[in-house]
Structures are given as C-alpha cells and as structure tokens.
C-alpha cells in the first residue's frame, strides 16, 4: 500500500495568513493526489483534484502543487470557514489510501 | 442535484453481519463507479471499497478483504456494503461517495455510523 504523510498534523493560524500543508507519498504517485476538506460532523469536501486542478466552485486562494511524492496544499489567505481538517488522498492505485489529516485551527 | 444517502447502520456484536445500502440520484448512475469511505470516531479518513460502473470491477482495502463484499444495482441506483464478521475496529462512520474518473470523490453521503460493540 502507499503511505500517504501529511505535514503538520496540526497547524494554527490568524485570518488573513497564507498557511500550506504538505503531504508525502511513499512512491512515485505522478499527479495522483487529492486535496479534501472536512469540518466537523460533516462529509468531506474535494478542494483539488489531480493535483493541482481547483474543482468547481472552490475559492481560488486554494491551489495546490506538486508531482512524484511530494504535494503542497497553499491556502494564501485564511477566511473563517477554511478552519477545518485537511485530508491528501492519492488515487495513483488501489487500495486508494489518505494522509493522517490536518487540523487548522485559529490563532 | 447529485444525492447520496446512505443508510442500514446501527449496532452489532463482534462477529455479526450489517448491510449498508446507499440510494444515488441526480446523475447517470451506471456510469459512475461508487466507492466506500469510513472514519473511525475522531480518527482520519480511511477508503474501504470501490466498484465499477457496470460492477464487474470490485477493489477492497486489506482491512476488510474477505469479510466486506460491494454491490451495486444499478436499475435502482444502489450500491451496498455487505459486511460479514465485525470486530470493533470496524466502528466508523461510513460514507458512499461517487467515484470520478481517476479515483477522486466529488460528492459524499452524509454517513451512517456502524457500532460493533458487545
């Protein structure tokens, strides 16, 4: 299985901060990765798919970059509703595995 | 408007059998693969299953290979999780989602918890 290693595990910032998260594939995945967010009680949320590519109605301060095994979400200014946990998820093969998750928190 | 809702949770004992089913509308279902998503409480996101659009294709994570089976039904836009021989670590909260091209999840269920406990 490939291991998926999220950085930080946990991360607290103000509004307005630009904060990134990365996460590390335990091979070569290409563009196989994924960005979810998930706030509490609730499913999660696709952000980015194949690496860099903004689903539909995300906010564009959302971007992510990165190919092989390492990955970068950058969120470059911080509003009240992005505090939530982040989730990496590569779809390179099966079985399809996701980073431990990011919890960002305000400062 | 794409919907998924899952349903069939509940409480086991370890050992037990429980049947989630999750209802698909707003989109062409049989071409889309489903795929199976849980979360133990306060714990990470961990994939379970996935099946193909026509269902010929079924994948397992290692953790539940042998004891979980998924099906789909596409002339009533379902797809099911069977899930035999359920120990505790099985408890989560189980999520469908729909399975785009390449292996990402655009839209989720809402989830339904599954206790195995005695």
């Known amino acids: 299985d490939i291991q998926m290693t999220q950085s930080p595990s946990s991360l607290s910032a103000f509004l307005g901060d630009r904060v990134s998260i990365t996460c590390r594939a335990g091979?070569?995945?290409?563009?196989?990765l994924n960005w979810y967010q998930q706030k509490p009680g609730k499913a999660p949320k696709i952000l980015i798919y194949?690496?860099?590519t903004l689903q539909n109605g995300v906010p564009s301060r959302f971007t992510g970059s990165g190919s092989g095994t390492e990955f970068t979400l950058t969120i470059s200014s911080l509003q009240p509703e992005d505090f939530a946990t982040y989730y990496c998820?590569?779809?390179?093969?099966?079985?399809?595995?996701f980073g431990q998750g990011t919890k960002l928190q305000i400062k | 408007e794409v919907q998924l809702l899952e349903s069939g949770g509940g409480l086991v004992q370890p050992g037990g059998s429980l049947r989630l089913s999750c209802a698909a509308s707003?989109?062409?279902?049989?071409?889309?693969?489903m795929t199976w998503v849980r979360q133990a409480p306060g714990r990470g996101l961990e994939w379970v299953s996935l099946?193909?659009?026509?269902?010929?294709?079924?994948f397992y994570a290692d953790s539940v290979k042998g004891r979980f089976t998924i099906s789909r039904d596409n002339s009533k836009n379902t797809v099911s999780l069977h899930m035999d021989s359920l120990r505790p670590e099985d408890t989560a909260v189980y999520y469908c989602?729909?399975?785009?091209?390449?292996?990402?999840?655009?839209?989720w269920g809402q989830g339904t918890l599954v206790t195995v406990s005695s």
């Open positions: 091979q070569n995945i290409r563009r196989h």
């Open positions: 194949a690496a860099s």
């Open positions: 707003g989109f062409d279902f049989s071409t889309y693969a």
């Open positions: 998820q590569q779809s390179y093969t099966t079985p399809y595995t």
């Open positions: 099946i193909s659009g026509a269902g010929g294709d079924t």
């Open positions: 989602a729909r399975d785009v091209i390449n292996g990402w999840f655009d839209h």
